[in-house]
């Protein structure tokens, strides 16, 4: 078992900017979940790291990718609307943001291309979906996490939260950290394995609907339904947790009447008005400061600062969005809570355009891997990175850490599937080899 252990975690022989490197991105998503100023200094570092072991090595052929060069274009536009719109605070959050498009770049080009990383990443997504799956239940079930928490006020579980990011959270890892397992499972073409895989589905799903929070579920469904289409073994037993999703739906108001009342009546409340919902009079901000700044956008910050400016309060009638009577304090936030919304309103339909191109370009390289099949996490890397980027949701910041950071984690693992096909079933077969004692 030792040698075992010791065969998982040692660090392979490369440059030491490369080991520094593997360390922090194995910090990287428990920084994500648990300490913002981690992930973001991980990050940061990283990106250093990645320039000196381009000088180092004299390579800078990862500058020539397609989507890179989209990227830096779209830079460029958010740099352009936050020194036209101002503060100087704006510039220079527009100026950071370059370092999010260069941390893709490094794990897509470097970092993720090397199985070590691979192997630590995929290992410590499990540990946290665990440890989320744990708190949620025993929240559930006690009515306090481990550090007392009970659910929050809207009846939503937060497990190892205080506040509802349990469901947000475990949309991120359940895909790559533990479908793969389920997958597996399917893989072995018996009845017990069949079984065993579509319980665990089942009680994954369960999980997240219990957890109450309206849109992980809803993206967790679709997640659900593409990986279906990608991988036929995973039909059958999609449709006996949509089965039995709807029963315990049907259910709640007796076995959780918080969640029925989050998940169905708010829900349903919100859509039959969603224009003056406040999700809705912010898109509409978001979309007044599109139509009134088209090339150039309102900058970084433009959004908080200008938004209850009277300029913006109005609706969109070439829309048929009428103007809310009453404009209430929910109608601003620090961001419009949709990225295409966001990124339209710091950069114009001109930086709109780009990001959708440059969602295109990610999304189509990306699939590449479901038609090589290479390997069970693989394909979970297209479904997650097309759930993070449908245009049709809800979200927090593009930019802020703890949720645009899962996004290109995951967009430049799977460009370096691309890049570098490796058997990605090679995790998990290293992880039994740690259950047996012998390496994997």
Request: net charge positive.
């Amino acid at each position: 078992m030792q040698r075992a252990i010791a065969a998982y975690f040692r660090l392979p022989e490369v440059s030491w900017p490369t080991k520094i490197s593997l360390v922090l991105l194995a910090l990287f998503p428990v920084g994500l979940v648990y300490a913002r100023a981690v992930a973001d200094i991980s990050l940061t570092l990283i990106c250093v790291l990645f320039l000196v072991e381009s000088g180092r090595t004299r390579n800078w052929t990862w500058l020539r990718r397609p989507w890179v060069a989209l990227a830096f274009v779209l830079w460029l536009l958010i740099v352009a609307g936050s020194a036209h719109t101002g503060p100087q605070a704006s510039l220079l959050q527009g100026l950071a943001s370059l370092r999010l498009f260069l941390f893709t770049a490094a794990l897509e080009a470097w970092l993720l291309r090397q199985e070590t990383a691979q192997r630590w990443t995929t290992l410590v997504l499990r540990i946290l979906a665990f440890w989320l799956i744990i708190q949620v239940w025993q929240q559930y079930f006690t009515g306090q996490n481990i550090w007392g928490d009970g659910r929050w006020a809207d009846g939503a579980l937060t497990g190892p939260f205080y506040k509802p990011r349990a469901g947000a959270v475990f949309l991120m890892v359940f895909f790559v950290g533990l479908m793969p397992w389920v997958l597996e499972l399917l893989r072995r073409n018996t009845t017990r394995g069949a079984l065993q895989g579509t319980l665990l589905l089942i009680f994954l799903m369960v999980t997240m609907i219990l957890i109450g929070q309206r849109m992980p579920n809803m993206l967790a469904l679709f997640g659900m339904a593409l990986a279906a289409l990608l991988d036929q073994r995973l039909r059958k037993p999609a449709l006996a947790a949509f089965a039995l999703g709807v029963v315990l739906l049907i259910s709640l108001p007796v076995i959780s009447p918080p969640t029925y009342t989050k998940l169905i009546v708010q829900l349903s409340e919100q859509l039959s008005h969603f224009a003056a919902s406040p999700y809705g009079e912010l898109f509409t901000r978001a979309g007044v400061m599109m139509e009134m700044h088209p090339w150039l956008g309102v900058g970084f910050d433009g959004f908080r600062n200008l938004c209850a400016d009277p300029a913006y309060q109005h609706g969109l009638t070439a829309y048929g969005i009428p103007t809310v009577e009453v404009f209430g304090p929910e109608a601003c936030n620090l961001h419009p809570h949709n990225y295409y919304m966001q990124i339209g309103s710091i950069a114009g339909f001109p930086g709109l355009i780009l990001f959708i191109g440059l969602v295109v370009l990610w999304i189509a390289r990306a699939s590449r891997l479901a038609a090589s099949q290479a390997g069970a996490q693989a394909g979970m890397l297209v479904v997650i990175v097309c759930v993070m980027l449908w245009p049709a949701q809800s979200t927090s910041s593009f930019f802020v850490i703890d949720t645009g950071g899962w996004i290109f984690l995951h967009v430049g693992w799977a460009l370096a599937l691309v890049q570098r096909p490796i058997d990605s079933d090679r995790a998990d077969r290293a992880l039994a080899g740690l259950r047996s004692g012998k390496p994997g």
